[in-house]
T-cell receptor, first 113, second 120 residues
Framework: KQEVTQIPAALSVPEGENLVLNCSFT??????LQWFRQDPGKGLTSLLL?????REQTSGRLNASLDKSSGRSTLYIAASQPGDSATYLC????????????FGKGTKLSVIP | DTGVSQDPRHKITKRGQNVTFRCDPI?????LYWYRQTLGQGPEFLTY????????KSRLLSDRFSAERPKGSFSTLEIQRTEQGDSAMYLC??????????????????FGPGTRLTVL
């Protein structure tokens, strides 16, 4: 059974800092991995999807990496802004005909002005 | 592309009542998913449709829960005889198989705003 862990559970940084969020998963046989953002009481916004054959994916100030063999992914946020404050969730699609996502509990990010 | 929509956004009900939620996926998406999220947790998979066929159900989906996607478009999730433990955010997502410029397939899920259920 796939399990996804995100560390840290919460992170507070001053505006302008670069930061890294971590995600680990127990079964390396994955189809793809998605990073999401969730604002309080809202749905999920897809940020980046990394396919199993990829090592990294970039979108603006965000860069996600994937190391399947070690069961790890990181989300790097450059030059953080107060508007980045949200919970960031990592989710793994283990494929094999099942498209369900297995989520971590998320990292709650606060960017202090 | 208007995104995934869900209705209602909030529902308060008394224990024992039945509730039904609706999800409208992105129009060209053939896959539709339901997830449940409780406070401080990540979403947990409930069920998945490909077109009108329900292909997978989680053990979390007790016999009080039923989901349909009658014409392969919108979906409904019904909870019968609600319990306080059913209080959660119910999230719907949709997807279809996309391909990179190199021809590799991938399946990106897009989520709706959720329906927050409170059972008193």
């Amino acid at each position: 059974k796939q399990e996804v862990t995100q560390i840290p559970a919460a992170l507070s940084v001053p505006e302008g800092e670069n930061l890294v969020l971590n995600c680990s998963f127990t079964d390396s046989a994955i189809y793809n991995l998605q990073w999401f953002r969730q604002d309080p009481g809202k749905g999920l916004t897809s940020l980046l999807l990394i396919q199993s054959s990829q090592r990294e994916q970039t979108s603006g100030r965000l860069n996600a990496s994937l190391d399947k063999s070690s069961g790890r992914s990181t989300l790097y946020i450059a030059a953080s802004q107060p508007g980045d404050s949200a919970t960031y969730l990592c989710a793994v699609d283990s494929g094999a005909g099942s498209y369900q996502l297995t989520f971590g509990k998320g990292t709650k990010l606060s960017v202090i002005p | 592309d208007t995104g995934v929509s869900q209705d209602p956004r909030h529902k308060i009900t008394k224990r024992g009542q039945n509730v039904t939620f609706r999800c409208d996926p992105i129009s060209e998406h053939n896959r539709l998913y339901w997830y449940r999220q409780t406070l401080g947790q990540g979403p947990e998979f409930l069920t998945y449709f490909q077109n009108e066929a329900q292909l997978e159900k989680s053990r979390l989906l007790s016999d009080r829960f039923s989901a349909e996607r009658p014409k392969g478009s919108f979906s409904t999730l019904e909870i019968q005889r609600t319990e306080q433990g059913d209080s959660a955010m119910y999230l719907c997502a949709s997807s279809h198989t996309s391909r990179t410029s190199g021809g590799q397939a991938y399946n990106e899920q897009f989520f709706g705003p959720g329906t927050r259920l409170t059972v008193l």
